[in-house]
């Protein structure tokens, strides 16, 4: 006898767990609709709650984001992976049912809309009908093309229930410190496709009743180097989102069910209302241009690499940032160029965790954080490009190196409004990248199979403002609250000790105001025969400037000294080297022999080698603002005397006589001083042409293309990407209008 099921009975009978009765389907496409006909978020008209009892309103806003910040703490000091302890790698968010950020904890501002749109995917997807979402279910994602960064960053999602309804998301995130990809890192460099970036979970149900998967938990055990981290890192972003959803339970409670959807409805709109008052007080309208460049170093690389992948890349990174009269910001990056055959392009999601980094620093430090300021901008993310390659297959793991190098122009954009507009103490010269990334993998000190990347490059150096110096070694870029860690928590995972760690003097960029330093770490390998090491930096070019005539951050060089003879050094207990401090004139000189590797090719795969070689990594520091002649002597006088400037600067550059005298300290010559400046003001004004009659003398150079193969590739591409970008170099250098760059990248 035949058994005959009927299925599609069953689906009608599931009720939907939306608002009143709704599919999550439908929630979203309405929310949606009613943005696009009124400009307002869900067609929210009146701040109901705010206009009638605003201490009651903001009492709301502080339990939420106060429970989310506990959550942050809570999770951070029981994790396992120092990453997260150590640095603080981690943030924890609330969303609405249909994915929108009501609420965002301190911590790693990019993932604010990365987490959205992961939610998103899933209500789309329709995962409420399959594999459903039910009370205690647990859901996982590191997929960059769904809703993160990078494969790195793993995304936690628990839904939060009030009887039958979904009311919300708590959603967590964390950096791990391996992916399985082929190379032992957590980010590969020399990969080529998406094949290569590791272990990839594009929004899978991991867990039910609060509780993984049995299977899931198998499956990282093999997937992965270091599963013991891996998995309590699970349970720690668990742990977070369950303080989270109980924390939304009890205030649902207290207050009730429905003064609570109204007020995730009301306070989103409110922060988009606030943000385009916060835009049309603080900057002047109108149109900001500004570009970053990133190298990419795989010419080196040649026999290690696919040939069409060992190539050397410059990326272009053009931003057009628009302040529109009613306060919104559209942002363009047309004109970038092309996705490559390396792991650092982007995705779309990527590039608005830059613009979140950005905004929530410069414009919105101050204020509520949520997807209302993502409703009151816009971003063009043009088709094909290194942003948007469109090409499911391309490797991303890498895409912090891209956009940050772009997004560095949304903070020059901003900070020329806001002296435009009279508010000077928000200007900061944009930021540096955040590198190098020491990095590497290999049989580690405890005889296992492991990788590692050290987070001590959330303490680089922070660019100076308008009215003040950078910050030494105190931030990254994307976490504001970061932390270099402490050097044992490192040589617990990681087969290299510390020799020497160190502020290294003349990194930051020279201006009126200079940028804060960044330091230096000299790593010996120890505790195993061999170790992959990579390197992450910039090296060839200066990914971004300084802002009003400051000077960029200097270049971070990729420096080991391999077949040393540290241990006989060691075993005779003589001195070993503990700093560079002057490339020029190394502190290291006399106090290791060996096979130096020194050059400016950071980003390449990875170099083997063995104990007690030497791993030098310099972090990167801060640009500098204003003109480096109107520095104060005594402020360079200071920089002299606590090592931040390397006396040879301190004339060449700023135009400061000075002299050492018998106890070490630094001083000036004042009248010396003066006139020493007022010579090399004198030798400006000899170099100095009109801009008209300098773009007349190298217009010839731009039409025979004069410049370097890979800069010829970087402008063809861009050309041949944008119509819009093509025109306006043509029009800029009076170029023919079919004019472009050779298809063989040779000059005319």
Not at 96 to 112: K, L, N, R, W, Y
Not at 146 to 158: K, P, R, S
Not at 506 to 517: I, V
Not at 608 to 617: H, R
Request: proline share 5%.
């Amino acid at each position: 006898m035949a058994i005959v099921m009927d299925f599609q009975e069953e689906k009608r009978e599931k009720k939907p767990i939306g608002w009143n009765g709704r599919t999550l389907v439908q929630m979203i496409t309405e929310s949606e609709q009613q943005m696009r006909e009124t400009g307002r978020y869900c067609g929210t008209e009146r701040l109901s709650i705010k206009e009638s009892d605003p201490i009651f309103y903001e009492k709301i806003w502080s339990r939420l984001r106060g429970a989310l910040v506990g959550a942050r703490e809570t999770a951070m000091h029981i994790s396992a992976s120092p990453i997260t302890r150590e640095a603080g790698e981690l943030c924890f968010c609330l969303y609405t049912p249909e994915g929108d950020s009501v609420a965002v904890s301190t911590g790693i501002m990019a993932h604010v809309h990365t987490m959205s749109d992961g939610i998103k995917h899933m209500v789309r997807s329709d995962y409420e009908e399959n594999p459903g979402i039910a009370p205690g279910d647990v859901f996982v994602n590191n997929d960059p093309l769904l809703g993160d960064v990078h494969n790195a960053d793993v995304q936690e999602f628990l839904p939060i229930f009030h009887e039958d309804e979904l009311i919300g998301w708590a959603a967590g995130v964390t950096h791990e410190l391996d992916t399985g990809s082929p190379f032992s890192s957590a980010h590969p460099v020399g990969v080529t496709s998406r094949y290569e970036d590791g272990w990839i979970l594009s929004c899978e149900k991991v867990g039910e009743n609060d509780r993984l998967n049995r299977d899931y938990e198998n499956r990282a055990q093999t997937a992965t180097r270091m599963p013991f981290y891996w998995i309590l890192d699970e349970k720690c972003r668990i742990a977070g989102c369950q303080m989270i959803r109980e924390a939304v339970l009890k205030l649902v409670g207290e207050i009730g069910i429905e003064i609570y959807k109204t007020f995730v409805r009301e306070v989103i709109e409110e922060t988009r209302r606030s943000f385009q008052q916060i835009v049309r007080t603080t900057l002047v309208p109108g149109t900001y241009s500004f570009a970053g460049f990133m190298d990419y170093t795989h010419g080196a690389d040649t026999g290690r690499m696919p040939d069409y992948a060992a190539v050397d890349t410059i990326q272009h990174g053009p931003l057009q940032v628009k302040i529109e009269r009613d306060g919104r910001l559209l942002m363009d990056l047309d004109g970038a160029n092309k996705w490559g055959h390396h792991a650092f392009n982007s995705t779309t999601t990527a590039i608005q965790a830059g613009v979140w980094i950005g905004l929530t620093q410069t414009a919105i430090p101050n204020e509520k954080v949520n997807d209302g300021a993502y409703l009151a901008t816009e971003t063009r993310i043009p088709p094909g490009t290194w942003a948007n390659p469109q090409m499911p297959l391309v490797s991303t793991n890498l895409s912090w190196c891209s956009f940050l190098a772009s997004i560095t122009g949304l903070f020059k954009a901003l900070s020329t409004g806001f002296v435009a507009r009279g508010f000077c103490e928000e200007v900061v010269a944009g930021f540096p990248w955040t590198g190098n990334i020491t990095q590497g993998g290999g049989i580690n000190q405890h005889g296992a199979d492991a990788s590692w990347c050290n987070f001590e490059m959330s303490c680089c150096g922070t660019s100076a403002g308008y009215v003040r110096d950078g910050e030494h070694a105190c931030a990254a870029v994307w976490n504001p609250e970061g932390d270099m860690g402490d050097l044992e928590a490192w040589e617990l995972i990681e087969p290299l000790l510390y020799l020497g760690r160190r502020i290294r003097p003349s990194t930051p960029g020279m201006g009126k105001h200079r940028g804060g330093s960044g330091f230096e770490s000299v790593r010996m390998v120890h505790g195993t025969k061999r170790q992959e090491l990579f390197n992450i930096g910039y090296g060839k070019v200066f990914y971004g400037g300084g802002l009003f005539g400051g000077y960029p951050a200097s270049t971070t060089p990729r420096h080991m000294v391999m077949n040393t003879d540290l241990e006989e050094r060691i075993s005779k207990r003589q001195p070993y080297p503990v700093s560079v401090r002057d490339i020029e004139n190394s502190e290291m000189e006399g106090l290791v022999n060996g096979d130096e590797l020194l050059d400016r090719n950071a980003k390449n795969v990875p170099v083997t080698t063995g104990e007690y070689d030497i791993y030098v990594s310099v972090l990167s520091a801060g640009h500098g603002v204003g003109d480096v002649l109107d520095r104060r002597v005594e402020d360079v006088i200071e920089d002299l005397n606590e090592d931040l400037l390397l006396e040879r600067f301190a004339l060449s550059a700023y135009g400061v006589v000075a002299s050492r005298g018998e106890d070490g300290k630094w001083t000036a010559d004042l009248a010396a001083t003066e006139a020493r400046r007022e010579e090399i003001r004198k030798q400006r004004l000899e170099r100095s042409v009109p801009v008209s009659e300098w773009l007349e003398q190298q217009r010839p150079r731009v039409a025979r293309m004069d410049f370097s193969k890979q800069t010829r590739k970087m402008f063809r591409e861009s050309l041949g990407l944008s119509t819009w970008w093509a025109e306006a170099f043509r029009d800029f250098w009076k170029l023919p209008g079919d004019w472009t760059f050779p298809e063989d990248n040779e000059p005319k």
